[in-house]
């Protein structure tokens, strides 16, 4: 089974409006992080937001901001007022506290329109 | 934030011929070095974990003759693609972190290889 899930390979948005990347996870650990990352056409691997286990508020990062639904065991991205060089690939991803080996969702890939 | 450095950025190479990618952590130490291959819009597929001064622990399918992983520093992986062929091309990054599960992967740029 897979342990981290993005349903929507891609995904379009008018510029400044906002946009929500899905991402549910599976463990049965109770300590893990979830991470989003952006990559860019170039390639990098941009961190964006964190959001440990047991946090009891949703992370926030500027424009980026994360819907921890624990009990759902979700983690979806909002981006708000989006701009043109969002456009990129997002990927989800898990560090499990037993395993700290990352394991990453197959991406989604946002385009925003001007 | 952590800077990782990963280089060269492109390569060309024959089939045949061997190539050395190297990743380095610019401002900390990392204990821990994870080798990635990306294939066009698709996901990252983790090859091999590598530790400072062990083994590296090569996912399932990865050849370990084929991708040869050196930890020899905290600060220095290598990854050498043996004999590259044209199937071995696509892009390779790697990434460095700590092992507390807080602490967000720092990544390379990534590399670029083409076998011809």
């Known amino acids: 089974a897979q342990k981290i899930t993005q349903t929507q390979p891609g995904m379009f948005v008018q510029e400044k409006e906002a946009v929500t990347l899905d991402c549910t996870y599976d463990t049965s650990d109770p300590s893990y992080g979830l991470f989003w990352y952006k990559q860019p056409s170039s390639g990098e691997m941009i961190f964006l937001i964190y959001?440990?286990?047991?946090?009891?508020q949703n992370a926030t990062e500027g424009r980026y901001s994360l819907n921890f639904q624990k009990a759902r065991k979700s983690a979806n991205l909002v981006i708000s007022a989006s701009q043109l060089g969002d456009s990129a690939m997002y990927f989800c991803a898990m560090r499990e506290g037993g395993s700290y080996i990352p394991t990453f969702g197959r991406g989604t890939s946002l385009i925003v329109h001007p | 934030g952590a800077v990782v450095s990963q280089h060269p950025s492109r390569v060309i190479c024959k089939s045949g011929t061997s190539v050395k990618i190297e990743c380095r952590s610019l401002d900390f130490q990392a204990t821990t070095m994870f080798w990635y291959r990306q294939f066009p819009k698709k996901s990252l597929m983790l090859m091999a974990t590598s530790n400072e001064g062990s083994k590296a622990t090569y996912e399932q399918g990865v050849e370990k003759d084929k991708f040869l992983i050196n930890h020899a520093s905290l600060t220095l992986s290598t990854l050498t693609v043996t004999s590259a062929h044209p199937e071995d091309s696509s892009f390779y990054i790697c990434?460095?972190?700590?092992?507390?599960?807080?602490?967000?992967?720092?990544f390379g740029n990534g590399t670029r290889l083409t076998v011809t």
């Open positions: 959001q440990g286990s047991y946090d009891q």
């Open positions: 990434s460095a972190a700590d092992r507390q599960n807080s602490s967000p992967l720092h």
